[in-house]
């Protein structure tokens, strides 16, 4: 691919050029985009950049361990995993309002790397892509911000970093293929598109330790599932969100009274618009069936049926 190879060379000198002999760090998360910008900007500039991986708690099942193995064994880029959670966890005690807990988590990023980088660095790689630009940027006159996606729009003002961007105006799909050309494993680039503040956004209202971890088990079972029967790259992202309702069910005979969990799957491009995924009831069972046996804690499943719009992808 021609034009891709080409922009490769170029951001490479680009970024070389610009950083020269200083430093940078990057938050590598595991998704798609931190890892091609962490790729490439580790091909421009080798050992001066420090990519760390924050577990912030909010993460799926296994992930700092999978996230670590891909990068240290595979790639061969030294990972630093600081381990946040209690931090992130105590800030969000008692929040339920969404914007609040994006920007709680955007500032709490960016504080615990000013932390790890003790001003050693001068710049700040970010994985943002087009699509991020674009919703966070959709605050005109009349029409209101519809979501701070955090790779932007959370920032607090007196960050002391300079911003390097170098995907911001790909696709995805651009990014995937760089990401192919640059190495990276199909498993990593092919992954559902996973949101900055993580599982915050969905667990509906407050985050608890046990919310987290029935809500880790429940997704991962969904995932299995959709794997198990060839549907997960069908869709473009599918995820459970744990809602604050609790319902009366029935187990043995006894009463149960257990929360809600929604199954949400979208099929989409970009992410900009989406329609719901038409998953054959037989898999949306066997979710269903193995979630309520191993997952303590829920007691009835929904199917999100709507589309983007008039709802977005995430709940919240
Ligand atoms: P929505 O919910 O806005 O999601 O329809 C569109 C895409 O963006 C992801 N998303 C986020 N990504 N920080 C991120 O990095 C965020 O705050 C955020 N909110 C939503 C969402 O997962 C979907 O892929």
Same mark, same amino acid.
């Given at each position: 691919?021609?034009?891709?190879?080409?922009?490769?060379?170029?951001?490479?000198? %680009?970024?070389?050029?610009?950083?020269?002999?200083?430093?940078?760090?990057?938050?590598?998360?595991?998704?798609?985009?931190?890892?091609?910008?962490?790729?490439?900007?580790?091909?421009?500039?080798?050992?001066?950049?420090?990519?760390?991986?924050?577990?912030?708690?909010?993460?799926?099942?296994?992930?700092?361990?999978?996230?670590?193995?891909?990068?240290?064994?595979?790639? !061969?880029?030294?990972?630093?995993?600081?381990?946040?959670?209690?931090?992130?966890?105590?800030?969000?005690?008692?929040?339920?309002?969404?914007?609040?807990?994006?920007?709680?988590?955007?500032?709490?990023?960016?504080?615990?790397?000013?932390?790890?980088?003790?001003? /050693?660095?001068?710049?700040?790689?970010?994985? =943002?892509?087009?699509?991020?630009?674009?919703?966070?940027?959709?605050?005109?006159?009349? $029409?209101?911000?519809?979501?701070? &996606? &955090?790779?932007?729009? !959370?920032?607090?003002?007196?960050?002391?970093?300079?911003?390097?961007?170098?995907?911001?105006?790909?696709?995805?799909?651009?990014?995937?293929?760089? !990401?192919?050309?640059?190495?990276?494993?199909?498993?990593?680039?092919?992954? &559902?598109?996973?949101?900055?503040?993580?599982?915050?956004?969905?667990?509906?209202?407050?985050?608890?330790?046990?919310?987290?971890?029935?809500?880790?088990?429940?997704? &991962?079972?969904?995932?299995?599932?959709?794997?198990?029967?060839?549907?997960?790259?069908?869709?473009?992202?599918?995820?459970?969100?744990?809602?604050?309702?609790? =319902?009366? !069910?029935?187990?043995?005979?006894?009463?149960?009274?257990?929360?809600?969990?929604?199954?949400?799957?979208?099929?989409?491009?970009?992410?900009?618009?989406?329609?719901?995924?038409?998953?054959?009831?037989?898999?949306? %069972?066997?979710?269903?069936?193995?979630? $309520? /046996?191993?997952?303590?804690?829920?007691?009835?499943?929904?199917?999100?049926?709507?589309?983007?719009?008039?709802?977005?992808?995430?709940?919240?």
């Amino acid at each position: 691919n021609w034009s891709l190879n080409y922009f490769i060379e170029e951001k490479i000198e %680009e970024i070389r050029n610009e950083i020269n002999d200083k430093k940078a760090i990057i938050a590598l998360s595991g998704g798609v985009d931190s890892s091609v910008a962490t790729v490439l900007v580790h091909k421009a500039i080798g050992k001066n950049l420090k990519a760390v991986f924050v577990n912030h708690g909010l993460l799926r099942l296994n992930e700092e361990i999978e996230v670590k193995k891909i990068f240290n064994d595979l790639i !061969g880029i030294n990972l630093t995993v600081i381990d946040a959670k209690k931090r992130f966890l105590d800030k969000l005690k008692n929040i339920i309002d969404p914007e609040k807990k994006r920007k709680i988590i955007g500032e709490e990023f960016i504080r615990v790397f000013e932390e790890v980088s003790k001003n /050693n660095y001068d710049y700040l790689i970010q994985g =943002t892509i087009y699509s991020d630009v674009i919703e966070s940027a959709a605050s005109g006159k009349n $029409t209101a911000k519809i979501k701070s &996606h &955090h790779n932007v729009g !959370g920032l607090p003002e007196d960050i002391e970093f300079k911003i390097i961007e170098p995907l911001k105006y790909l696709f995805k799909d651009e990014v995937r293929k760089i !990401g192919e050309i640059l190495g990276i494993p199909k498993h990593i680039l092919y992954r &559902h598109p996973f949101p900055g503040p993580g599982l915050a956004i969905r667990i509906i209202g407050e985050i608890t330790e046990e919310k987290l971890n029935i809500l880790k088990k429940a997704d &991962h079972i969904f995932i299995e599932t959709l794997k198990k029967n060839n549907w997960y790259d069908k869709v473009w992202q599918a995820f459970t969100v744990l809602t604050p309702i609790k =319902t009366v !069910g029935v187990v043995g005979d006894e009463r149960n009274y257990d929360y809600v969990l929604a199954i949400r799957s979208v099929n989409s491009v970009e992410g900009m618009t989406a329609n719901w995924s038409k998953i054959p009831f037989e898999i949306l %069972e066997e979710a269903s069936t193995r979630i $309520t /046996n191993e997952v303590k804690g829920i007691g009835r499943i929904v199917y999100d049926i709507t589309s983007k719009p008039p709802a977005t992808i995430e709940w919240e």
